[in-house]
């Protein structure tokens, strides 16, 4: 697979988080009432819908290679799907997002744990202000079970961005995303019987476009985590934020107040100031030596 730059990396993570956010939008879009592990379920059976000509197209081989990685990601992407919905039905959607940005701080240091990523002060500067803000955004003394449930969203976004290692580099997206949501099923499944509703597919739109767009999402993570170390990127995950503001204020009414546009800042200027640093120091790398005479 041909290298990426960072840079590239950083934008593809960029667009990617702001497709997201209308992933997001949709979720809270749907009436409260709804049955929540049946609309994640649906979530699921319309990725492998979407996914599976892409899939087929792809002509896969070895289709059990690095399956329980495929296993591990699908259960932990289904736990947070499920406190995914809890929190954004509860919750402002930009505080929401807030929250599940604090995966790329969590990202740092497990990514140095199990993988031996080194962490250079520019890094660990941009994800630690970042993560002010967001503390700045939500304000401690304000946190109540949504809350917590988006906290347990940014733990599993962390650790699946981080298990992207673990999936054979030969297998294409659309093989690692059909294979993560199918192999999710049958617990999902399960959920949905334990939940006992009676089955609505008038939900089954809104989930199958959510889940349209958190597959572009997860598309990049898989192109930008495969190819470039998780520290040198993870920031740009932040830029989601500022789609989440947009959104939550045009098609919700959420009008952000002074801690919004002070935590906004704190997570934007990191990212803007890292690109910058990382683009300087590769320019640098890339200049032959001087050679005296």
């Keep these: 697979m041909k290298t990426m730059s960072v840079g590239v990396a950083m934008l593809l993570l960029v667009v990617g988080n702001q497709i997201a956010v209308l992933s997001d939008a949709l979720i809270k879009s749907v009436s409260s009432d709804v049955a929540v592990f049946q609309f994640v379920f649906f979530r699921q059976l319309s990725a492998v819908l979407i996914l599976l000509p892409f899939f087929l197209l792809s002509k896969p081989k070895n289709l059990t290679v690095g399956i329980r990685w495929h296993i591990v990601r699908a259960h932990i992407w289904l736990f947070g799907a499920v406190f995914m919905v809890y929190a954004i039905s509860a919750m402002p959607l930009a505080t929401a997002n807030a929250i599940f940005y604090a995966a790329p701080l969590m990202m740092l240091p497990l990514g140095a744990l199990f993988f031996g990523e080194k962490l250079s002060s520019q890094t660990i500067a941009a ?3 970042g993560f002010v803000g967001v503390l700045v955004i939500i304000r401690p003394d304000q946190i109540d079970f949504a809350a917590l449930a988006a906290l347990v969203v940014a733990i599993t976004i962390a650790v699946n961005n981080l298990l992207i290692r673990k999936i054979p580099k030969q297998q294409s997206v659309a093989h690692t995303l059909l294979i993560t949501n199918l192999v999710g099923i049958p617990v999902s499944l399960l959920l949905v019987a334990i939940e ?4 609505d597919w008038s939900a089954f739109p809104v989930a199958a476009a959510s889940s349209c767009f958190i597959l572009i999402y997860a598309a990049t993570c898989v192109l930008t985590y ?3 170390d998780s520290n040198k990127i993870a920031s740009a995950e ?3 934020l500022i789609g ?3 959104v939550g204020l045009l098609w919700f009414g ?3 107040d002074i801690f919004m546009a002070m935590g906004t800042m704190m997570i934007v200027i990191p990212i803007v100031w890292l690109t910058k640093h990382e683009k300087k120091r590769k320019k640098m790398h890339n200049q032959p030596p001087v050679v005296e005479t």
Aim: avoid cysteine; hydrophobic fraction near 55%.
């Design 196 to 199: 006992g509703k009676a089955w």
């Design 238 to 240: 932040y830029s989601g």
């Design 254 to 256: 959420e009008v952000p």
């Design 226 to 228: 495969r190819s470039v």
């Design 244 to 246: 989440a503001v947009a």
């Design 127 to 129: 994800a630690v202000m």
